[in-house]
């Protein structure tokens, strides 16, 4: 199985539908094991190879928009569109995590990103935090150039 980092090929042609709204939708990110199969053809969230263990619950935690869409020039002078999340963290918790997937329960539970860690993460006892880069046209996690 694999996990790979991107935003979701299906988010891309929602966007241009009209389907998300990051001013007023409901965004959530699941944790998934080195299990899950999650990619650029995920299209909405899915149990299959979620994390499991103390206080992580099926569906993950709800996702605060902490910057709301607008755009900037990025390094290579090219206007991005982005936006971002607030850092979210599942206290006293105990599991193991290899990525995530950001999705929209708002609207069916469509997909918009993949996030890849890298490694097996694992809390085993304590707070696991997925903490989002700066919010800017380099580095925001959801940017369109």
Request: aromatic share 12%; net charge neutral.
């Amino acid at each position: 199985m694999s996990i790979s980092q991107t935003t979701t090929t299906s988010f891309r042609v929602e966007l241009l539908q009209a389907v998300h709204n990051f001013d007023s939708d409901t965004f959530k990110i699941a944790l998934y094991t080195g299990a899950a199969d999650i990619g650029p053809n995920t299209t909405v969230y899915t149990t299959i190879g979620e994390a499991s263990g103390t206080n992580y619950t099926a569906g993950g935690n709800t996702l605060t928009v902490s910057t709301t869409p607008t755009y900037g020039t990025n390094s290579y002078n090219v206007v991005t569109a982005y936006v971002s999340f607030a850092n979210t963290s599942w206290n006293n918790a105990s599991f193991t995590a290899r990525g995530a997937l950001i999705y929209n329960s708002s609207k069916s539970n469509k997909s918009v990103a993949v996030l890849d860690f890298g490694a097996d993460k694992t809390v085993p006892a304590g707070t696991f935090t997925v903490q989002f880069p700066t919010a800017d046209a380099n580095s925001a996690i959801v940017r369109i150039s």
